[in-house]
């Protein structure tokens, strides 16, 4: 939480001296497991700690992960291999080689060791019953979403929903269905007991019923997707999409579009009726290197690909569009392009942009960074404030219109989903012609995921549930003036799914790997 900032250790119990008395004599300047779960303020500190691991580099925060997430895609490149994410990407990744399938694991569990140690507790801590209930919800909430970060990267991963303890160490792994049923019944008993809105500056940043059931529609949809549901089951799309519809019903909650796309990424926009939940950042304590990474380093350089992807502004391909002029290619584009990417001869920070100012790629991407000449000079690592969007009302827009499409076909409401986005987005016109067969409307939904969520590192996940990513992945990629600046590789039989890291294979002999990378 942003304006409530709480730090707490649970430390083993360091004995002093060796005779009786001080054996036991119980230490006043430290907490024990026995001493800490005792008042309604521990309870809190412990709550926030189940918090504070979503700003890990493994989760959402550190060197801006998820916007590096973008560069194992078809959109954006990362020259230097921060986080190991190049190696993804190049199809080279081992057991031992990618920060990110290292740190993932291991920061996934450190939160679910902390939700299971809060809900193993609290009931006996004195503390109003409401309030108790809703910190468990609270708790169950990212559970599941660090549940689901296992399951949805590693396939399978052991099911632990006990407090922590040694015995764990050596658990073998539980598979993926049985992690996501877990991950449902928890998101469901979340959403039972979370409020549809907090009223308090305090509770800026908690779990909400919608973000419960928002987070339902994201793991439904991953498992009714091709990847993982190879029966065509269309049960479970329909289920997705009924899942995405109950984050749409719940008026009460006030979810819709922002107004500007542009604005919604900034700081002084944080909160508002698109957000449905995210992570906080606060400088000097606690920010992100967003802001270096994306305007500075360049460590997510959009490619051509991604350029060429944006539609012209009446909202037709460039191959079609009377709009497209190849003399001048980025006039006349989607609104969002100019939102979203930095090109040679636009204006970023008070300068006019060069090949030589982004010399990765020859753009930059302007989400998560900051905008103004002034706000530029403060750009440094660990100095970013910007929340990052974990879950956001468009993408419920866009679950919706592909799950309902899958089960039903694209009736009025797949369109009416997927045209408010386009709308917002300032298409003219932004209405998706009418008459489109369900493989038509398949690929319109998947474009528009691609350009509405560009840069924000939710699109890695999209090529590999629809099982894309063997198309778009193998493949070079090209620079502004068109060169080849890399070469991506995706083996089908291979990439879709992480390797459980070495390390933990080192320590735990009973966890199996997936059979990709040696069984």
């Given at each position: ?15 002093v ?35 504070a ?90 559970r ?76 439904l ?25 109950a ?24 909160g ?70 930095v ?8 300068a ?5 100012r ?12 900051v ?35 899958e ?27 009418a ?83 040696g069984?």
């Amino acid at each position: 939480m942003k304006k409530t900032i709480y730090t707490f250790m649970l430390g083993a119990l360091l004995m002093v001296g060796c005779s009786d008395e001080s054996l036991n004599t119980r230490p006043n300047d430290r907490y024990t497991e026995e001493s800490f779960w005792t008042s309604e303020k521990n309870a809190t500190a412990g709550l926030t700690g189940c918090y504070a691991v979503l700003r890990n580099d493994g989760i959402y925060g550190g060197e801006a992960t998820p916007l590096l997430e973008e560069t194992a895609t078809p959109n954006t490149y990362n020259y230097n291999d921060r986080m190991g994410f190049d190696v993804i990407a190049s199809g080279t990744q081992t057991p031992s080689n990618s920060t990110i399938i290292t740190n993932r694991w291991n920061h996934a569990y450190s939160g679910i060791g902390r939700c299971n140690a809060l809900l193993a507790n609290i009931d006996n801590v004195p503390m109003d019953n409401a309030l108790k209930e809703r910190m468990k919800g609270e708790a169950k909430f990212l559970r599941a979403l660090y549940y689901s970060l296992l399951a949805t990267y590693y396939m399978d991963a052991p099911l632990i929903l006990n407090e922590p303890n040694i015995d764990q160490a050596l658990l073998p792994r539980t598979p993926h269905a049985e992690i996501m049923a877990q991950v449902v019944q928890d998101l469901n008993e979340a959403a039972d007991v979370l409020p549809v809105k907090y009223t308090a500056t305090t509770d800026i940043g908690r779990a909400t019923k919608g973000a419960a059931l928002a987070l339902k529609a994201r793991v439904l949809l991953f498992e009714a997707s091709p990847l993982v549901n190879t029966s065509g089951d269309l049960a479970k799309w329909q289920a997705a999409a009924n899942a995405a519809k109950a984050v749409m019903d719940l008026t009460a909650a006030g979810y819709g579009l922002f107004n500007n796309y542009r604005q919604l990424f900034l700081p002084a926009n944080e909160g508002k009726q698109e957000t449905i939940f995210d992570v906080q950042f606060k400088i000097p304590e606690l920010g992100s290197s967003f802001d270096v990474v994306g305007s500075q380093f360049n460590d997510n350089a959009p490619v051509q690909d991604l350029i060429e992807a944006y539609e012209m502004s009446d909202g037709l391909p460039q191959s079609v569009s009377p709009l497209y002029n190849p003399a001048t290619p980025y006039a006349n584009r989607d609104p969002r392009f100019y939102q979203t990417i930095v090109f040679p001869g636009d204006v970023f920070q008070g300068a006019t942009v060069t090949t030589s100012r982004f010399q990765i790629t020859g753009y930059a991407i302007k989400k998560y960074t900051v905008y103004d000449a002034a706000a530029a000079t403060q750009v440094a690592g660990g100095r970013s404030e910007t929340n990052y969007m974990v879950l956001r009302y468009a993408d419920v827009l866009l679950m919706y219109a592909e799950a309902q499409n899958e089960a039903v076909g694209p009736d009025a409401s797949v369109y009416s989903a997927i045209n408010s986005v386009r709308q917002r987005a300032g298409l003219n016109p932004y209405q998706v012609p009418a008459g489109k067969t369900k493989d038509e409307m398949r690929e319109i939904i998947r474009h528009e995921r691609r350009i509405e969520f560009a840069g924000e590192g939710y699109y890695y996940n999209d090529i590999r549930r629809w099982k894309t990513a063997e198309t778009v992945m193998n493949t070079k990629i090209y620079n502004s003036a068109n060169s080849a600046v890399d070469t991506r590789v995706f083996n089908a039989a291979r990439d879709y799914w992480w390797p459980v890291p070495q390390v933990q294979r080192d320590r735990n002999p009973n966890l199996s790997q997936n059979d990709q990378y040696g069984g």
